[in-house]
Each structure stands twice: as structure tokens, then as C-alpha cells.
């Protein structure tokens, strides 16, 4: 149980496009999703908490503008990294936590090249 | 503002020795985390730990929770290959996850 998928697992995408990657419980309910960036060698960091049904807490430092966060669904959250650029690239990790209990379960990642 | 410091950065050992790895963090938290992540992949959930004096234990790996020192350790009993991986602990408070810097494990032949 706690099934956490990611889609895609990889992209590749020129500078300026905008890239959305999905977020899904597979078979529990996540009221709150959360999502991570991790640079090469670099520790997970918390970009922002997605709450079903109301707008995203942005960590500091993060551009709520060009990293925009949809939690449209108890199963469902979307980044949508805007106007990407090279220094976007990297591995984007989602969580979920279910409404029974305080752990999160991880995705499997998106890796994100920016061209 | 809740800090998770790991020690050491970087560890190379050989096979069938013990070591340690520890994890403190500044403020009192809800539960911590111990998690594995192989090259390219995501995290493993490897422990979680609740309370002052909790142990866990699977296979090599044991961790332990001191809460009133604000310290966690993940010990490797008698190290193999396979478990080669970047080690992350983490701390939970105020519904966030904040992840150490990982302790990178080469466990030599």
C-alpha cells in the first residue's frame, strides 16, 4: 500500500517552455503533497506543500510564479515549471501524506534537463 | 529554524566492518526518519522513529532515537556491498520533512 507514482520520469525541454509533472496516490488518499528538488549530490530540498482544494505554501526562496502548483484532486498534484531554464534542471521528487497518518511516501522522481 | 546535521559526509569502508552514522537536529521534532537513495532513484523509507529510546532494527542496519539528545544513529553491523547508497535522515515538525545532507557510503570489497 501507499503507492506514490510520478509522470513523467524523465523530460527534456528547451529553454522558455514550460513542463508540467504529475503527482498521484495510487491507492490512498493525500489530502497534503508535497514537493522536493534535489540537485546532483545535494540534499532534498522542500520547494512547497500542496493542500487539496486551496493554494500551495511556497517555501522561501521559491517562485510561486514560475513553479506553479495545482492540488486538484485527493490523488493529484501538478508542478508546472514555467519558462524553464538550465538551471531548473534537476530531480523533482513528490510525497503524499495520507489523511490517517503523519508519514509521507515518496515518488519516484522526475528528472528534468533544460536545453 | 530546524537544522538536521549528519556526520560523516562521506564514508568508505570495507566489507565486514561496523560503523556509525549520526544524525542531530536543533529542536524538539515528532518523529525522525531514516531514508536510503541508490543513484538516480528516490528515497527509501528505510526507519521511522517515534519516541526517546526507540530502537529499529532490519537486516545490517539499526537505528536508535535519543530524544532528549536530539540525536539519531544508523549503525551498519558488518557492512556488504549492496549497501552502497547515500543514507538521508530526517526530521519532521510543523507537518514539513527537512532532510540532512546525506552520508554517502562506498562499502569497499
Known amino acids: 500500500g501507499a503507492v506514490v507514482s510520478q509522470h513523467p520520469s524523465w523530460v527534456i525541454c528547451k529553454s522558455g517552455t514550460s513542463v508540467k509533472i504529475e503527482c498521484r496516490s495510487l491507492d490512498f488518499q493525500a489530502t497534503t503533497m508535497f514537493w522536493y528538488r534535489q540537485f546532483p549530490k545535494q540534499s532534498l530540498m522542500l520547494m512547497a506543500t500542496s493542500n487539496e482544494g486551496s493554494k500551495a505554501t511556497y517555501e522561501q526562496g521559491v517562485e510561486k510564479d514560475k513553479f506553479l502548483i495545482n492540488h486538484a484532486s485527493l490523488t493529484l498534484s501538478t508542478l508546472t515549471v514555467t519558462s524553464a531554464h538550465p538551471e531548473d534542471s534537476s530531480f523533482y521528487i513528490c510525497?503524499?501524506?495520507?489523511?490517517?497518518?503523519?508519514?509521507?511516501?515518496f515518488g519516484p522522481g522526475t528528472r528534468l534537463t533544460v536545453l | 529554524e530546524l537544522k538536521v546535521e549528519q556526520n560523516p559526509l562521506f564514508l568508505s569502508m570495507q566489507e565486514g566492518k561496523n560503523y556509525t552514522i549520526y544524525c542531530n537536529y536543533s529542536t524538539t521534532s515528532d518523529r525522525l526518519y531514516w531514508y536510503r537513495q541508490d543513484p538516480g532513484k528516490s528515497l527509501e523509507s528505510l526507519f521511522v522513529?517515534?519516541?526517546?529510546?526507540a530502537v529499529k532494527q532490519e537486516g545490517r542496519l539499526m537505528a536508535s532515537l535519543d530524544t532528549k539528545a536530539r540525536l539519531s544513529t544508523l549503525h551498519i553491523t558488518a557492512a556488504v556491498h549492496d549497501l552502497s547508497a547515500t543514507y538521508f535522515c530526517a526530521v519532521d515538525r510543523d507537518d514539513k520533512i527537512i532532510f540532512g545532507k546525506g552520508t554517502r557510503l562506498h562499502i569497499l570489497p
Open positions: 522513529l517515534l519516541s526517546n529510546g
Open positions: 510525497s503524499a501524506r495520507p489523511s490517517w497518518e503523519l508519514e509521507q511516501f
